[in-house]
C-alpha cells in the first residue's frame, strides 16, 4: 500500500512519511534524563510513575502497561467473567475482540457473545442503553468501544453513556471501556478523560494509535482488579523482560499529542465539510465527532486509488491510502484520520483536488 512520500507537501490523513528506526529511537532516547532505567519485567520507578500518571489522568486507582490492547482486553474480559462465573459478554457485533482476534476471547477463555436483539441487529449503529436492556439475560461483563471505529469514530450520546451505566449498576455488571481512541472523545462529550471514565469498572488505553508510541497499551480501573491483571499477564506471556522502550515511546507520544488532539478533531470537521459539498462523496458520521471519519465515494474503488495516487505524485496532496469497495455496486469506501500532518493542510486546495479526482466519473 503507497505511503505518503516525502514530497508529498500536503496530507490530509495518516502520520506523514515513514521514519527512520535509528531517527525514531534517538527521538525517543532524547526524552530520557539519567534516572530513568528500564523495568525488570513490569518493576521499576520509571514504568510505575507512568502507570500512575495516566491511572490518574482516567481517574483510576491503578494501571498496568501492557505489550498490545488484544492482550489487555482479553485480562479485563477473563477476569470479570471469571469473578461473576458468567462467560458471556455483551458487545457490538465489530468490537474487536469479536471480529479482529479470531475468537480468542472464545477459543482460550470459553467465553461467548450475547447477540443484541435479532441477528440482523443495525451493525452500523452504536448500541444503546435499550439494546443492552432487550438482551433477555444478564452478561458476566459488558464492552464499549468510544469511539466506535468500524462506525467511523462515532459516539452515543452522553445521557445514554449514563443509562448504560445505569442498566449494568443494577445489574451488577461490570462495564468495560475499549479507549483504543479514547484520546479524542473530549470535546463531542465536553467532559475530561477522569469524568468519562467514572462510567465505566475498567478502561483500556492504546499507545500507538493517536499518541505515536510503538506499540503498547494500558488496563486502568480498581487496585484489585490490575492486582488480578497482573497475574492474567504472567498467564497470557505478557510480562516480558523489559517494556522500557515502549514505556518511553508511549510517554514520550502522550506528552507530545495530547494538546493537539482536540485540534485535529477540529481540522477533520473542516476537511468533512469540505467533502461533503460533492453529490458524489457521502460522510460518515455526517458531523465527524472525533478526529477520524468514513469517506465513500461512488465509484470503482481501484480506479479511484490509482488515480488519487497519480493526482498526488503531480500536486503533492495526499488524502488517503486507498479505497475499498463495499457491497454496495459502485460505492467506494475509506478512512480519513487526521493526525498531526492534517494541521499543515491547506484547506483551500482540498476542493479543487476533489474535484479533478471526481472528473472522470
Known amino acids: 500500500m503507497p505511503t505518503p512520500e516525502a514530497h508529498y507537501t500536503n496530507i490530509l490523513s495518516g502520520a506523514g512519511p515513514r521514519r527512520a528506526m535509528r531517527d525514531v529511537l534517538h527521538e525517543i532516547a532524547d526524552s ?34 501492557l505489550p498490545s490492547g488484544t492482550l489487555a482486553q482479553l485480562i479485563a474480559l477473563r477476569v470479570w467473567c471469571g469473578r461473576r462465573g458468567n462467560f458471556s459478554v455483551a458487545m457490538h457485533p465489530s468490537a474487536h475482540p469479536e471480529f479482529a482476534e479470531h475468537g480468542g476471547y472464545h477459543f482460550l477463555h470459553g467465553m461467548h457473545r450475547l447477540q443484541f436483539g435479532a441477528p440482523e441487529f443495525a451493525a452500523e449503529r452504536m448500541p444503546t442503553a435499550k439494546d ?70 475498567s478502561v483500556y488505553v492504546s499507545f500507538y494509535k493517536d499518541l505515536g508510541g510503538l506499540s503498547g497499551a494500558m488496563l486502568l480501573g480498581s487496585a484489585d482488579f490490575i492486582r488480578e491483571a497482573r497475574v492474567w499477564q504472567v498467564r497470557h506471556g505478557g510480562r ?14 502522550m506528552q507530545r499529542t495530547l494538546p493537539q488532539i482536540d485540534q485535529w478533531v477540529a481540522r477533520a470537521q473542516a476537511a468533512a465539510d469540505i467533502l461533503s459539498r460533492f453529490d458524489a462523496i457521502t460522510i460518515n458520521p455526517t458531523v465527524p465527532q472525533v478526529n477520524f471519519f468514513q469517506l465513500y465515494i ?15 505524485k503531480e500536486t503533492g496532496i495526499f488524502l488517503f491510502h486507498a479505497l475499498s469497495p463495499t457491497v454496495v455496486p459502485g460505492l467506494a469506501r475509506t478512512e480519513i484520520h487526521c493526525w498531526a500532518p492534517a494541521m499543515d493542510f491547506d484547506l483551500d486546495r482540498l476542493a479543487p483536488f476533489v474535484e479533478r479526482l471526481l472528473a472522470a466519473d
Open 32 to 65: 530520557l534524563d539519567d534516572s530513568a532505567y528500564l523495568d525488570n519485567y513490569g518493576e521499576g520507578e520509571y514504568l510505575a510513575a507512568f502507570e500512575a500518571e495516566v491511572a490518574e489522568l482516567f481517574g483510576k486507582e491503578a494501571a498496568v502497561f
Open 132 to 201: 443492552f436492556e432487550a438482551l433477555g439475560q444478564t452478561p458476566g461483563c459488558a464492552l464499549l468501544e468510544l469511539p466506535c471505529r468500524p462506525l467511523g469514530g462515532q459516539l452515543p450520546p452522553w445521557d445514554d453513556l449514563v443509562a448504560t451505566r445505569d442498566w449494568a449498576q443494577s445489574r451488577g455488571v461490570p462495564l468495560h471501556l475499549d479507549g483504543a481512541r479514547i484520546w479524542s472523545c473530549r470535546p463531542f462529550y465536553g467532559k475530561t478523560y477522569a469524568e468519562i471514565a467514572a462510567l465505566f469498572d
Open 240 to 253: 516480558l523482560r523489559t517494556q522500557g522502550p515502549f514505556v518511553a515511546a508511549a510517554r514520550t507520544g
Open 298 to 312: 461512488r465509484g470503482d474503488a481501484a480506479a479511484l486509488t490509482e488515480r488519487h495516487h497519480a493526482l498526488a
